[in-house]
């Protein structure tokens, strides 16, 4: 069975039909070919498939597309601004931060929202690492995740909105 939706995807407006049986990854990946978002596990373990839906994380895996009826959805792809990267996509290139990849834009917007979240307060690297626990890198890049949300945090500059 299918049914209309109707998200704001990276700051645009968009109405599809879906089938009511999909999930936001396949939706957003297979019909608006957003593919900065992964499939790794496909059962809510991994964070290859992390996006924000009203600005809060969650795998797109093991999120029914019609649950984003009416919400705001954030993606890799919409991070960088007039070919300016964000400030978290700019402090990963600066920083290594990137091996393979696969991992990556999923790790991007969990070390997003928690910068958005948490500039200007003092975080422990405690914080930072459970704030990454359900992003799984298998190149094991986690020391340059952190190193690079403490830059994050420190800088004047805001992620880019
Ligand atoms: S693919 Fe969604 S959490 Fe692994
Ligand atoms: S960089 Fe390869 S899985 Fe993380």
Redesign the pocket.
Known sequence: MNRMIHLTVNGRKKSMAIDIRSSLLEVLRDQMGLTSIKQGCGVGECG?CTILVDDVLIDSCIYLAVWADGKSIRTVEGESRHNTLSAVQQAYVDEG????????PG?VMATTAFVEKNKGHAVTREAIRKAHAG???????YQSVITVTEKCLQTDGEPNQ
């Open positions: 290859a931060a990137v091996q393979c990849g696969f991992c990556t790790l992003n799984t890198c298998r190149c094991t890049g």
